[in-house]
């Protein structure tokens, strides 16, 4: 089956340093990816839809600027958390869109925990 | 606004008993519904999906089964086991790939 990469699987930062997230689609290419946030116990939340060669879409309430997105491949996309502070500590998962005939599947990543000291 | 939720937050079940776990919609327009397995600090796993022109699917010990006229979804696990203990949600895709996520249930499976 499809396999979505995430690297880091855990980081460390200080407050008020930037930190980059990678979601690599391993065997297909993803024109859409999506990075979602978690906080413990509660449920996935659409933050962003990552658009290959084009700007990211956000959702309602998410800062453009806080969480920046690239996806400059059909295999990568990255979400820098910017100036990160105790409140951006989340488990952050991204996702990509494999279409297979009239098939379309989300393939999810094994999630990144990201701690804010 | 337009939302997935969940009936019940926690379901505990013996071994080897069915289980099923409850979903509720609001967006008529959805048409695609699936439900995912999310372990401990691991990322969502697919388990089962089901489109808006079926009423029930089923796979390997799980079957899910759509009610549109009261916006109800629900996934029975046959002969439940210690592994599939975990975080089930239930998921609407409003298109495209993009997917909106329930609240979740937790499934805790006693020995």
């Known amino acids: 089956g499809a396999v979505v990469s995430q690297h880091p699987s855990r980081v460390i930062c200080k407050s008020g340093t930037s930190v980059k997230i990678e979601c690599r689609s391993l065997d297909f290419q993803a024109t859409t990816m999506f990075w979602y946030r978690q906080f413990p116990k509660k449920s996935l939340m659409l933050m962003a839809t990552?658009?290959?060669?084009?700007?990211?879409?956000?959702e309602q309430g998410v800062e453009k600027d806080k969480f920046l997105i690239n996806h400059a491949s059909l295999t990568l996309s990255t979400l820098t958390v910017t100036s990160a502070h105790p409140e951006d500590s989340s488990f952050y998962i991204c996702s990509a869109g494999r279409t297979s005939g009239t098939q379309e599947t989300q393939y999810f990543g094994p999630g990144t925990r990201l701690l804010v000291l | 606004g337009e939302s997935v939720g969940l009936h019940l937050p926690t379901l505990s079940v013996q071994e080897g008993d069915n289980s099923i776990i409850n979903c509720a919609y609001s967006n008529s327009a959805s048409d695609y519904f699936i439900w995912y397995k999310q372990e401990s600090g691991k990322g969502p796993q697919f388990i089962i999906d089901?489109?808006?022109?079926?009423d029930k699917r089923q796979g390997q010990r799980v079957t899910v089964l759509l009610n549109k006229t009261v916006k109800h979804l629900s996934l029975q696990i046959a002969a439940t086991q210690p592994g599939d203990s975990a975080v089930y949600f239930c998921a609407e895709n409003t298109g495209g790939f993009k997917t909106i996520f329930g609240a979740g249930t937790r499934l805790f499976v006693k020995a």
């Open positions: 089901i489109r808006s022109n079926m």
């Open positions: 990552s658009n290959e060669g084009s700007k990211a879409t956000y």
